[in-house]
């Protein structure tokens, strides 16, 4: 069973440019949530998907911006990157009802740096 | 609001000695509390969770959590401290369906 994969591991941008991020949730789970964890931080809520559409949001800017597939996977969109959005990207699936309900599962994340 | 708060950034313990990590909640409404553990260059992994259903509640590798509503308490323990055991622990509360972390506690083991 395939856990939360995400792409890439790592990637290296410049001031301004635009990112995206990609997730697969674990096999059965409907709903994506997405997280950034500075160096030494704890993980910050970005915001949430669930059929398609964003049922939560964190305290980040409009830059910040995703998407929900049919098939559940998701991105994870970073317009304008400043360098304080160097950081480690989470992705993690979960399910909606049922007695695993909002269990998260992460995945390994990625690595992004803005230089 | 909800919130957790990690007492000691920094823990260390003897091989084989207890281990007990700290985390107060502050919630609006009964939460789900959970502790993660974070391996270097890893994401996080759920070592237990607690929803209500017991107040001690038993995890993987060895660990517990008890929730002790009076102190707002959710600690950690494992009775035997092992090698494997170093890592990034996080406690995180959870009303809804946002995951909301406190800073983490980074677990040193002295051999």
């Known amino acids: 069973d395939a856990g939360v994969t995400q792409s890439p591991t790592h990637l290296i941008k410049t001031r301004g440019q635009q990112v995206t991020l990609r997730c697969s949730p674990k096999?059965?789970?409907?709903?994506v949530s997405w997280y950034q964890q500075a160096l030494g931080q704890g993980p910050q809520f970005i915001f949430q998907?669930?059929?398609?559409?964003?049922?939560q949001r964190g305290n980040f800017p409009d830059r910040f911006s995703g998407h929900q597939f049919p098939n559940y996977s998701s991105e994870l969109n970073v317009n304008a990157l400043l360098l304080g959005d160097s950081a480690l990207y989470l992705c993690?699936?979960?399910?909606?009802?049922?007695?695993?309900?909002?269990?998260?599962?992460f995945g390994p994340g990625t690595r992004l740096t803005v230089l | 609001a909800q919130s957790v708060t990690q007492l000691g950034s920094h823990v260390s313990v003897s091989e084989g000695a207890l281990v007990l990590l700290r985390c107060n909640y502050s919630s609006s409404v009964p939460p789900y509390l959970f502790w993660y553990v974070q391996y270097p260059n890893q994401g996080l992994q759920l070592l237990l969770k607690?929803?209500?259903?017991?107040?001690l509640v038993k995890g993987i590798n060895g660990f517990e959590a008890e929730f002790k509503k009076s102190e707002t308490s959710f600690h950690l323990t494992k009775p035997s401290a092992h090698m494997s055991d170093a890592a990034e622990y996080f406690c995180?509360?959870?009303?809804?369906?946002?995951?909301?972390f406190g800073t983490g506690t980074r677990l040193t083991i002295i051999p």
């Open positions: 993690a699936s979960s399910l909606t009802r049922g007695v695993s309900y909002n269990e998260q599962f």
């Open positions: 998907y669930y059929e398609e559409e964003e049922r």
């Open positions: 096999s059965g789970h409907d709903t």
């Open positions: 995180a509360v959870s009303p809804s369906e946002k995951l909301t």
């Open positions: 607690y929803t209500s259903a017991a107040t």
